[in-house]
T-cell receptor, first 114, second 113 residues
Framework: AQSVTQLGSHVSVSEGALVLLRCNYS??????LFWYVQYPNQGLQLLLK??????LVKGINGFEAEFKKSETSFHLTKPSAHMSDAAEYFC????????????FGTGTRLQVTL | NAGVTQTPKFQVLKTGQSMTLQCAQD?????MYWYRQDPGMGLRLIYY???????DKGEVPNGYNVSRLNKREFSLRLESAAPSQTSVYFC????????????FGEGSWLTVV
């Protein structure tokens, strides 16, 4: 079984500031990890994913995340926030195997202020 | 939305009515999923289908039925809608060729009054 915990349901940053959205996971086998973004009244869009290999993963819109096995974390960062980054962000974990299911965190709403 | 089409996009139902949400993919993937999204609860898996002809329950299957008609289509049926089923529903497909990445449709907003 797997689970995901996102710390902080709401995060507010100033435009130009560092964005840090936290995600910790639990998995009994090597996980696949994902970050999705959801803009208001839209579906979920894949930001980035970790499967195997390099632990620092770069995604779209300047976001990146680092897989840290020892800390069971997959935090999402962006060096400089932009107003257009305001959205809800979901961390998710999937285990290997057939019909592996994606388990989501409860989401973090990012607010970007001037 | 990576070739995942959901219909309808919006629907209002009265309690007790039935309806079917349709999902179709154009990418020939085996695995398809139905999730619901509720405020503060993230996305929860209702049912999934690992391949044509097979379906399995997810975390919150009660009140729903599904049908994997063929490889392309996966429908979700509410036999007797309840206000607790007011939610946003997402269909998704799984791409095994890209590290199990799951791609979502654009969602179906359902309100049960």
């Amino acid at each position: 079984a797997q689970s995901v915990t996102q710390l902080g349901s709401h995060v507010s940053v100033s435009e130009g500031a560092l964005v840090l959205l936290r995600c910790n996971y639990s998995s009994s086998v090597p996980p696949y990890l994902f970050w999705y973004v959801q803009y208001p009244n839209q579906g979920l869009q894949l930001l980035l994913k970790y499967t195997t290999g390099a632990t620092l993963v770069k995604g779209i819109n300047g976001f990146e995340a680092e897989f840290k096995k020892s800390e069971t974390s997959f935090h999402l960062t962006k060096p400089s926030a932009h107003m257009s980054d305001a959205a809800e962000y979901f961390c998710a974990v999937s285990i290997t195997g057939t019909a592996s299911k994606l388990t989501f965190g409860t989401g973090t709403r990012l607010q970007v202020t001037l | 939305n990576a070739g995942v089409t959901q219909t309808p996009k919006f629907q209002v139902l009265k309690t007790g009515q039935s309806m079917t949400l349709q999902c179709a993919q154009d990418m020939n993937h085996n695995s398809m999923y139905w999730y619901r999204q509720d405020p503060g609860m993230g996305l929860r898996l209702i049912y999934y289908s690992a391949s044509e002809g097979t379906t399995d329950k997810g975390e919150v299957p009660n009140g729903y039925n599904v049908s994997r008609l063929n490889k392309r289509e996966f429908s979700l049926r509410l036999e007797s809608a309840a206000p607790s089923q007011t939610s946003v529903y997402f269909c998704a497909i799984q791409d095994w060729s890209s590290g199990n990445t799951i791609y979502f449709g654009e969602g179906s907003w359902l309100t049960v009054v």
